[in-house]
């Protein structure tokens, strides 16, 4: 891919993307209106045969929407999943990302994947966060590592059950908490000619067999907030345009280079076609080792974070828990400035825009990442 395009160095909030040039361009309202004047010739002509064609449209993109029988909008997705697992709580898994632990099993299912520095050591090596609605669906899934005391903290928004193989002490001042249930250590081994700490896998059946020893409610349970949805989706069957919105920071995202993960090089390529990001890292796309599946996200969120080094091997916790701290979302290539907010280990992470109303999200996949706030301004978004 050339990239020849303007590199936008992320700062401040106050300072983001206030060089680029807004969504809303004359560009796009003269097309607008070229479209608005060839509809007004082709009423004049065929006022009677498009009036019945309008109905029709409207009528199939009705039915095309209608949430199927049997079924629910995920408060993971916005989209329909079955009503049979309404009331199960997620599974938040733990997945190596070092390339000694490619090719990754499992992770293009994941509803949401949250990426962040798991070290400061090794150039920042990150790991991956998985945060999965239908377990039951899985084969195998993984490889599984330790977790850190921030996963701990963000896997409790969603009332979920954290499956991971270990982590420092750090994380026991956590797992005696009421509300963080979790797996460690107690998924299948899968030979595949690696070393052993890259050898752990949920295999089908595994979940089950845990939840039944543990005595952990499959249900979501007391600790759940009262609103499980994360985010604020549109309406099944549209779509948000940034550019519809009248922000004064907006502009097109068609490259997303997370510097900061020096490590992994993660980015996130816009897929025009398939109008989502695609995410590489140690410089190729990724495709899940199951089926083939390109993980590809409709949603992207970069959260600046500050973080406390724990110890000199490299042990970290984010300041996940704060308030009106900047970030970055981005959907169907184009990108705004945001705030976040989480008031308690708990409560849900929320996402505002510069209105100070929560941002209102396409359906789908989200990706998350935890950006430093000491390597913030090495973001760099690449636009059209």
Known sequence: ?????????????????????????????DVAGTTETTVAAEETTTASTDDATVAETTE????????????YLSELTGEPISEEIQDQRPIAVM???????????????ADVVYEMMNSTKNDRITRLMCIIKDWGNIEQMGSIRSTRPTNILLMSEWNAVLCHDGGPYYNDQYFVRDWADHFSGTFSRVSNGKSREYTEYILSGD??????DSGYSVTYNEFANEDTSHFTFTDYGTTVDLSDNGYQYCADATFIDIKPFSHNGSQLVYNEETQTYDYYEYG?????????????????????CSFAQLDENG???????????????????????????????????RYYDENGNEITMNTGKTYIALIPDD??????????
């Open 375 to 384: 390597t913030w301004d090495q973001l760099a978004i690449y636009g059209n």
């Open 284 to 304: 190729e796309i990724h495709e899940d080792a199951e089926d083939g599946e390109v993980l590809t996200f409709d949603n992207v969120i970069l959260q600046k």
């Open 60 to 71: 199939e993109v009705a039915e095309s929407y209608e949430i199927p029988e049997g079924m």
């Open 207 to 212: 979940l089950e067999a845990n939840f039944e």
């Open 315 to 349: 042990y970290l916790i984010y300041n996940c828990i704060d308030t009106n701290q900047p970030g970055l979302y981005a959907t169907k290539g184009k990108i705004t400035d945001i705030v976040w907010t989480k008031t308690t280990e708990t409560e849900i992470t």
């Open 1 to 29: 891919m050339k990239m020849n395009k303007r590199v936008l160095s992320m700062l401040m909030t106050t300072t983001m993307l206030a060089t680029v040039t807004a969504c809303g361009s004359d560009t796009n309202a």
């Open 95 to 109: 997945v190596d990302n070092e390339s000694l632990a490619l090719p990754h099993y499992g992770i293009a299912e």
